[in-house]
């Protein structure tokens, strides 16, 4: 019927790619074989998947897209990928595109050797099989990269290694998808990158892999608040057991470490059912193109999902907490956001929160004419009389008790749909035609405007108690528009401007910040906005921007070049909250349900509402003064500081669903109320506390539930209701009053053994006080092995103790706080417990839903990062991972000096 035309493969020699074809019968049925002769050569057809190249250094551009199926070949960003993903020319709407270690296009020149499947539809696994150059037992998937690459491969040093790693951390085959080639081979690869690297770096890999979370079953493995249930334990223990510390205790030889003749067990059931809650939250990514086609994404790192994340402190192996060393969030400097160091991410064309909170402001300005349901034209309103005006209407006497209730009678001048609403700030009702055209009156929000059976009615609502002021808006507004009288709607009086709304904090093209985030290039100097940014000098405050000096944090930065718009997001430093505060107040959600939750007033956890000081009513304008910066976070003192700079209060309540742009700093925000709060303990019979806050209406809060951790007790804990503000319960617990202090706990420069022994809570570099801190040796700071940094000379629970590290450990100094953090219970007394996770619950709706989910995904990743820090550094793992790797390179019996020396270089790297 015609001949086929063809064009060579770009860059493939002896390919060709089929281009159109006008015999009916070529090509055949899917799934055969047939050949192509264009007089010169022979040409097999081969519909095999095509991969394009996608490495970490050099992700894919979204053009590559079209090649490999409808979906996206770029990876999702993760801590293999994210410090070289490529800013905007990601597909999918991400505005980056990241690659993933090692994946190379494939090349039909090196032959059909394995299954990768195409898209569902077009060919099965058995098609593929037939299709292979040299064939193989379909399952042989996981033995393949074993046979075909690391027997055969030059640097057999590697691969040795690798092959001992991949024996030391293994996933069976009892897990099953053993024809899945892509996946396998991705996990093999993690042993041959890290063989000469970091032990820390191949345990994150594995414990984020989907093979090794499906096969140890914790993939969607979930908090109790959130599944009901306490988390699957199996990983918990052996990454424990047989990947990091084993089940004993071990000198560094090897040899046992015994007490009263039995062998000394590094962990407890307590630890496996503490530790099992750090392993929560894990799902796999989502699904893209460029690899086989299957039900499922097992080739990327998973991800942490914080919704299923236990919120709660874990403690560790040595006494302590997994959150010990860390600063504490609310001991951050002021403006840590424009210290040295400070890290900011490249987020794209729209904010982490998303397009619609970015898009407010231009969204609130609008000009509120209302529009023609069927025409899309202006429409206005006449002041209606006679039969409409009733006893229901401004016009028609209403009766003082039921203000609130009245509206504005009018009749419609074109067709209109009924609901139609205003919910929008300094609204303006304009005359513009008839007895009084001209006139003009400010009113604060526009409920609807609806058909009730008689007429259309208009309501609108002051800025007062609708039931005090509604009777003077009236009188106001039959005397400015008298029936008859045209009228519409606007947010600015006639000939004004529309009032400024909340924004983004917007950097000045002057400031330090904006010059470090635009990093200008090329001849025209324009922004390159470069993927990640570390701050390589404190940036000072610009004059007169109040954002920088004032705020206590910052999400979200706005950056402007000209008519280029790009989000950044800052990272805050890793930090721990303590579980209980000395101080709390309530937050509360703007939802309808009004979700209250105790929170520690020093942190910058949520916004604020303020509200009239003359009758308690909640204040709204178009930029709420309260709020610096639109999704404004601040603690509880400003937020009572702004509202009262204002002239108002913060609220005791709010009403519901009042959680809006125009009366809180974000939809939705939970917002700081002027309500104290207590949070009290309630400890069962093993010494485990569920924390229980009166009116908090988060699981984690509750009393009577699993959402239980072990604090470290000193010296015993209540076990009866004689214990001083204690009541015993029905469940045989006791719920408990509890009393969190902080004290100092040197008055001298330590010894380096008394502070490792005493010092549990982290601090940050005295230089991001920006000079507030001086060394208290003199000239000593720069060599002492243990320093120490006052703040206007007081020896106080302030000062800050550096202790210099060891090289394997980065050198330099790791800081402490001068100061211990307990918590009273019934004449008893805990270490007050520190936690990765803010513990907040979120409304399910955005843009709080997004800046959530970005945030607590950081925190559980900071957590998990911590969790695996501890078990790679505890004292059992060199000679643990010694003798398993010694045993499958060289030796089974190795002598007790060989595992001294190579756990020896282990610790010491």
């Known amino acids: 019927g015609g001949a086929p035309t063809h064009a060579p493969l770009a860059g493939v020699g002896g390919v060709v790619i089929l281009q159109t074809n006008a015999g009916a019968a070529c090509p055949p049925a899917s799934g055969a074989l047939y050949f192509l002769n264009d007089a010169s050569a022979w040409y097999r057809y081969d519909r095999r998947l095509k991969l394009v190249a996608n490495p970490v250094a050099a992700p894919t551009p979204a053009a590559a897209a079209a090649v490999t199926g409808s979906r996206c070949p770029a990876a999702a960003a993760n801590f293999i990928n994210e410090d070289s993903c490529v800013r905007d020319v990601g597909c999918g709407g991400t505005g980056t595109a990241c690659g993933s270690r090692g994946e190379a296009a494939n090349d039909p020149n090196l032959g059909n050797r394995y299954t990768l499947r195409p898209s569902n539809g077009e060919k099965d696994v058995h098609e593929c099989m037939n299709e292979l150059d040299e064939g193989y037992q379909i399952h042989n998937g996981k033995q393949l990269p074993l046979h075909n690459v690391m027997f055969k491969a030059g640097d057999q040093l590697r691969q040795r290694v690798a092959w001992a790693l991949f024996q030391a951390l293994p996933v069976a085959e009892d897990l099953g998808r053993t024809s899945e080639m892509g996946a396998w081979s991705q996990y093999v690869d993690i042993f041959v990158h890290h063989a000469f690297g970091n032990y820390f770096d191949v345990l994150k890999e594995v414990a984020h892999s989907p093979l090794m979370g499906h096969y140890l079953t914790y993939h969607k493995n979930s908090a109790f608040e959130y599944a009901g249930t306490l988390p699957d334990q199996n990983f918990a223990r052996e990454i424990m057991q047989l990947f990091s510390v084993g089940l004993h205790d071990l000198h560094m030889d090897g040899s046992p470490v015994m007490a009263n003749g039995a062998r000394v067990e590094t962990y407890t059931n307590g630890d496996v059912v503490s530790l099992a809650r750090a392993w929560t939250g894990f799902k796999k990514s989502a699904m893209r193109g460029n690899g086989e086609t299957v039900s499922d994404n097992i080739l990327d790192p998973m991800y942490l999902d914080y919704e299923r994340r236990d919120v709660l402190p874990k403690t560790d192996l040595m006494g302590g907490y997994i959150g010990d060393g860390y600063p504490l969030c609310k001991d951050l400097p002021q403006q840590h956001f424009m210290a040295q160091g400070a890290t900011y991410v490249y987020s794209g064309a729209t904010s982490v929160e998303g397009a619609a909170h970015d898009d407010f402001p231009a969204y609130e300005h609008k000009d509120m004419t209302p529009i023609n349901a069927t025409s899309g034209e202006p429409y206005e309103l006449v002041i209606a009389g006679g039969t409409k005006c009733n006893g229901w209407t401004f016009c028609g006497n209403p009766d003082s008790g039921h203000l609130g209730r009245y509206r504005v009678a009018v009749q419609k001048t074109d067709t209109i749909k009924s609901g139609t609403s205003w919910s929008e700030l300094e609204v303006y009702i304009i005359g513009v035609a008839g007895p009084g055209a001209g006139n003009y009156l400010k009113v604060y929000r526009v409920v609807h405007f609806a058909w009730n059976g008689n007429g259309f009615y208009y309501h609108p609502i002051p800025d007062k108690d609708p039931n005090a002021d509604f009777g003077a808006m009236a009188a106001e507004f039959n005397a400015k528009f008298p029936v008859g009288t045209r009228i519409r709607v606007a947010n600015a009086p006639p000939g004004g401007a529309a009032p400024a709304g909340p924004e983004q904090y917007t950097p000045s093209p002057a400031s330090d910040l904006y010059a470090a985030l635009c990093a200008p290039g090329g001849a025209d100097l324009r922004c390159t906005f470069p993927r990640n940014v570390s701050l390589p000098t404190a940036a ?25 718009v790009r989000y950044y997001t800052y990272l805050k430093p890793t930090c721990v909250n303590l579980a209980v505060p000395e101080a709390a107040q309530m937050a509360v959600s703007g939802t309808w349900d009004l979700e209250e939750q105790c929170l520690d007033v020093a942190n910058a956890a949520a916004g604020a509402s303020c509200c009239r000081v003359s009758d308690g009513g909640l204040f709204s304008a178009y930029k709420p003064p309260q709020c610096l910066v639109l999704g404004d976070r601040m603690t509880h003192a400003s937020a009572a500081a702004r509202c009262a700079a204002a002239g108002l ?31 009290q303990v309630q400890v069962d019979a093993a010494g485990l506390v569920n924390l229980v806050a009166a009116g908090d209406e988060r699981g984690v809060m509750q009393p009577s539930t699993e959402n239980t951790f072990h604090p470290r007790w000193v010296g015993g804990f209540p076990q009866d209701a004689s214990a001083a503000g204690c009541a015993a319960q029905a469940d045989s617990t006791l719920l408990c009053n509890a009393v969190a202090s902080e004290a100092a706990v040197f008055g001298a420069v330590p010894t380096r053994a008394a502070a490792e022994a005493e010092l549990r809570i982290g601090a940050v570099d005295p230089a991001a006080f920006g000079g507030a801190y001086a060394c208290a040796l003199g000239e000593g700071c720069d060599a002492a092995d243990v320093v120490v940094y006052t703040r206007g000379g007081a020896f106080d629970s302030t000062a800050i103790v550096g202790l210099r590290q060891a090289a394997a450990f980065g050198g330099g100094y790791k800081y402490f706080a001068n100061k211990r953090a307990e918590v009273s219970v019934g004449g008893f007394v805990f270490r007050n417990a520190p936690a990765f996770m803010a513990g907040l619950d979120v409304p399910n709706v955005n843009p709080e839903k997004n800046a959530a989910a970005f945030y607590g995904e950081r925190a559980a990743a900071a957590e998990t990062d911590a969790v695996l820090t501890h078990l790679v550094r505890h004292r059992n793992t060199a000679p643990f991972v010694a003798k398993v790797l010694i045993a499958r390179l060289v030796t089974s019996n190795p002598s007790p000096r060989y595992i001294e020396a190579v756990a020896t270089a282990f610790a010491t790297g």
Not at 549 to 561: E, L, S
């Open 540 to 564: 000072a405050c610009p004059a007169g921007d109040a954002v920088c000096a004032g705020a206590d944090d910052i999400h979200t930065v706005k950056m402007v070049d000209g008519a280029t």
């Open 649 to 679: 209060t913060l609220c005791t309540s709010i009403p519901g669903n009042k959680g809006t742009y125009v009366a809180a700093c974000s939809e939705k925000q939970y917002t700081w109320l002027n309500k104290p709060c207590t949070i």
